[in-house]
């Protein structure tokens, strides 16, 4: 069955230093891909997408992406985190068993941040 | 303000009573979604439409629950008879045939006490 696996709850980071989230995903065919971040009383922000192609993606607020078939992983990277990117972070694939591609969602990391 | 709305944002509600939530999608987008958020976990799909028809639902949805799109345009999700468990965040998105980009509204918080 489709999935996708975030292994990390929680990770807390101080402002300033590099970022890395893990995201693992099991899909039979190459998955599309997404990054949202979802902030206390905020609706889920779309960061970035993976379709095809290039395997390092850019999105939002400086973040990127690097899609790793070998390794099944999608993990989202920042060279320098900001206090404001405190926040819950979910990876998601589209559900090719459904016809219309509902999200599949892994059960998020959260994301804190030192002074 | 041009993005997917939900209403009410907040629910309590007493066990055994019915409940309905409302989503307005971005005016263009032809497809919309619902999702159901419990803590601690990541969103899980409920029931999908295509304009005003509903092309598939999750095995999460129950009898209780009943989705409608009547003109294509909002959609109401409405819970018969409410049970704690049903005590969730619920998401509604939306995005644009021929894209695979949903976007989410800020959801309706429901309580079930």
């Known amino acids: ?115 | 303000d041009t993005g997917v709305s939900q209403d009410p944002r907040h629910k309590i509600t007493k066990r055994g009573q019915n409940v309905t939530f409302r989503c307005d999608p971005i005016s263009e987008h032809n497809r919309l979604y619902w999702y159901r958020q419990t803590l601690g976990q990541g969103p899980e799909f409920l029931t999908y439409f295509q304009n005003e028809a509903q092309l598939e639902k999750s095995r999460l949805l129950s009898d209780r629950f009943s989705a409608e799109r009547p003109k294509g345009s909002f959609s109401t999700l409405e819970i018969q008879r409410t049970e704690q468990g049903d005590s969730a965040m619920y998401l509604c998105a939306s995005s644009l045939y021929g894209t695979d980009e949903q976007y989410f509204g800020p959801g309706t918080r429901l309580t079930v006490t």
């Open chain 1, 1 to 115: 069955a489709q999935s996708v696996t975030q292994p990390d709850i929680h990770i807390t980071v101080s402002e300033g230093a590099s970022l890395e989230l893990r995201c693992n995903y099991s899909y039979g065919a190459t998955p599309y891909l997404f990054w949202y971040v979802q902030s206390p009383g905020q609706g889920l922000q779309l960061l970035l997408k993976y379709f095809s192609g290039d395997t390092l993606v850019q999105g939002i607020k400086g973040f990127e992406a690097e899609f790793k078939r070998s390794q099944s992983s999608f993990n989202l990277r920042k060279p320098s985190v900001h206090w404001s990117d405190a926040a819950e972070y979910f990876c998601a694939g589209m559900n090719y068993g459904g016809s219309q591609g509902n999200l599949i969602f892994g059960k998020g990391t959260k994301l804190s941040v030192k002074p």
